[in-house]
């Protein structure tokens, strides 16, 4: 129970931050992600499934202040999370760069899937100069914002929680 | 066996996510009605949180703006310097146009749209996605203001309401992909159709036959054609190119917009078409 409220509030502050506090703080005129950092911390700590549904809900919930599809951002989320779930399962040793390249690589895969389902009900084509630019940068600065936002989620996700690692 | 039964169920789980977020694309492509009502409620429940944030924030991202923007700042401060001394020159010549044109600039009393009942408001919020051109505004129903209205700066067009909810307004910009309007070259008077361009901060001017006299710094403003979605006459743009090539019906013209979307803090929503029909 108490762990389903911490990843309530998760869900909010990060919405609250995306879309109130850091789109008047844009770094190099893009906004980073900070709610798809918590799907890709929450999923890091928590594994595949707590990662699809947590990713679902966070999506969902920044979905009601975007002009993109409803749904979209869930869509693209949700498989994220699970990605890098089934991703973190795998990885049999951590080291200190791992939270930042799979901050980076995460919000790529994430931004990626957004986009390409974008492109599909008519939103601004994946491949143009403007989707690549932003989301190279916007990568750039989720990797720095990883640690940060991965220590919250982790909390979230519950006191204790270590990366889930393959049964062997 | 425990392992494969859990990732099995976790395959099913998202394949139930994936097929649940299709639905919901699928109805809101569809324009259900419900989905627009939600979203509405959940900005007017995000207002006075967005109010609280801006009151605390605004102070940092001037900060933050004058941190990053430091290299241009000083080098418009000396640009203004010098149009500051011009502009005196001018004044001594033509005092009573240039103090009554400045009073009117800062009090966004327009010289344009002027017999247009209108609201104002301020910019609460960017865009909340990088894939957006659009601006938040703290006036919603509550105060007159519906979609499709036109939404004008002291300096010109800004763009027009797309969504609204009780309390506040998302505004699309004119530098935004999916932004046209009717627009009409002062000088030459030919009319075509100014439209924003994805990731650019300038826009193109298409349906300009390639025959035309079209100058570098030539004003585009408003045709009010179109259907009269926007009044006639509201200042949109600068000409900053003209391409021709032969064999071409139309040119190719880069306009730069009137309006500094960087420094957006106050903006006017046009209530148009009047009720009178105006």
Known sequence: MIRRIRLVLLVITTVLLQTSVLSNLKVAGVVPDVVLLGVLGVAYRSGPETGAIFGFAAGLTLDLFLRTPFGLSALAFSLTGFLLGVLQASILRTSKWMIPILGGVGCLVGNLLFRGFGTLVGEEPLLSGHSIRVILVTVACDAVLAPVMFLFAGWAAGEGATPRSRVG | MAVSRRASRGRSVVVLLVLTAITLITLDQRGTGTIDTVRSWARDIKAPIEDAANNVTSPV???????TRAGSLKHENATLRKQLSQARGDEARNRNAARENKRLTKLLHLSFAADVPSIASRVVDGAPSNFENTIVIDRGTAHGVAKGMPVVSGDGLVGRVTEVSKDRATVLLLTDREFGVGALLQDSGEIGVANGIAGRKTLSLD??????????????????????????????????????????????IALAPLVDFDRLEFVKVLRWPTTSGG
């Open chain 2, 61 to 67: 991202s001037d900060w933050f703006d004058g941190i």
């Open chain 2, 207 to 252: 349906f300009i036959d390639a025959a035309a006299k079209v100058k570098k710094g030539e004003t585009v403003v408003t045709s009010g054609r179109e259907g009269g979605r926007f009044p006639p006459g509201i200042p949109i743009a600068r000409v900053s190119s003209v391409q021709k090539h032969a064999g071409d019906l139309q040119q190719s």
